[in-house]
């Protein structure tokens, strides 16, 4: 007998009455398109219906590891794989997460669970390899990559992923013969384009990064990265900021792994600006806060404490999704932040913004809309890579190679200055290591006189 699920989410909200099969079609339907509230609707009902389902607790912890809730979507997916021990597919979506959260070493049982399983399981090979390369197995990392290969002779992304190994392990012409495999297989990906300009770019020579990006923006010539690749390699036409597009493009492609990217990256800026916010002495039963630009949240769970209410703006949506999932902000908008500031209308007692103004050349902008953000006397907190003096150019600002802005410290002084501001504190810090160099940076305090 099967059982009818009520469904609200369909043509129109027009309510039908389904099959249990008919609805988990519709469920992974809606889910398939991205429509990820209105699945998460269907599933619901169906986990009413069926709460030991193998399928829909896989589907359903897929689900809400993909709307940000990453730990609740591993659990879920536990539940299943102790329903049933050998689904494959769940054990390799549960090993994908820990991968994103930047947990390799859990990742690693699931995919090794995986080719037990199923000999002839490609992804597996592939995603193991990637775990392994994360663990500094180097060795087997590659042996994983070649196996899935063979398998999958014309998956892109397995020869990108075996391409960063060789380049982890600075066997520069291999990676690059690599990536060049997988742009004969397909001529217009952007993940091979951007492989080869990173590994030219370690090598030192930028005459090769522009010959990439010039045959990338043959085939996408309205690119924004690549245009501001191109922009950031040349030193033409330099833009006063990154353009909207390339941060959400970039930040859009970036957001499942964000945090545990940062994780290995020692990631000091959050920490920073929670430290120079406490200098304050905010009060927790008065003060309202914008922290701007704030990605997946990770400044947001730290100043949370200090503040009475806290709103957030990105220009990410899928960086939005991820600080949703936190629970830690009273408001979140997708929006540009200068645009967010001017039209704020003076609610903020603190402005926070972490590593965001790396994507700004120009701060003029963006400290003399911070004014119309802020209440009087109002606080503006922010991290900077740091410019040194000797190596300014006339603007105090510089694009470089690898596409963020540098300041120095009397260009953005100045700057705060002449919007309004009166210099409280600058702390010179570390924000975080990028390959085996250490970030310089600056940590901003200034007042709204």
Known sequence: MKNPVESHVINEAKSLRLTFEEALKVAMHLHQSNQFEQAEAVYRQLLEVAPDNPNILHFFGFLRHQRGYSEEGAEWIKKALNLDSEYIDAQNNLGNIYLERGEPELAEGCFRRVIELNPEFAEAYGNLGIVLKELKQFDEAIEHFLKAI???????????????????????????????????????????????????????????????????????????????????????????????????????????????????????????????????????????????????????????????????????????????????????????????????????????????????????????????????????????????????????????????????ESYTCQTLTEAGFNIHNIEIAVLRKEGSDLVAGLVMTAQLL
Not at 236 to 258: C, H, K, L, M
Not at 312 to 336: C, F, I, K
Request: glycine fraction near 6%; include cysteine.
């Open 150 to 408: 063979a398998m999958q002779p014309n998956d892109i992304y397995l020869y990108q992923n075996l391409g960063n190994v060789y380049r982890k392990l600075e066997n520069y012409p291999e990676a690059i013969a690599i990536y060049r495999k997988s742009l004969a297989i397909q001529p217009f990906n952007a993940g091979s384009y951007k492989n080869l300009c990173r590994t030219f770019y370690l090598m030192g020579n930028t005459e090769e990064c522009i010959e990439v990006v010039k045959q990338w923006l043959e085939h996408e010539p309205e690119n924004p990265t690549a245009l501001h690749m191109y922009a950031s390699y040349t030193r033409t036409n330099i833009p006063p900021r990154a353009s909207d597009e390339y941060v959400r493009q970039t930040f859009d492609g970036f957001a499942a792994s964000f945090d545990g990217v940062l994780k290995r990256l020692d990631y000091k800026a959050p920490f920073l600006v929670q430290n120079a916010l406490q200098q304050l002495k905010p009060d927790p039963e008065a003060w309202q806060v914008l922290d701007a630009g704030c990605g997946t949240g990770l400044c947001g769970v730290l100043i949370r404490p200090n503040v009475k209410r806290l709103v957030g703006v990105d220009l990410s949506p899928n960086m939005l999704a991820r600080a949703h999932a936190r629970e830690v902000y009273d408001e979140l908008t997708e929006a540009e932040l200068t645009a967010f500031f001017s039209q704020a209308k003076n609610a903020y007692d603190a402005i926070t913004c972490v590593d965001t103004f790396c994507y700004f050349g120009d701060l003029t902008q963006a400290a003399q809309t911070a004014v119309k953000a802020l209440k009087p006397k109002g606080w503006f907190i922010f991290t900077l890579e740091k410019l040194d003096e000797t190596e300014a150019t006339e603007t105090g600002f510089r694009l470089n190679l690898h596409g963020r802005y540098s300041h120095t």
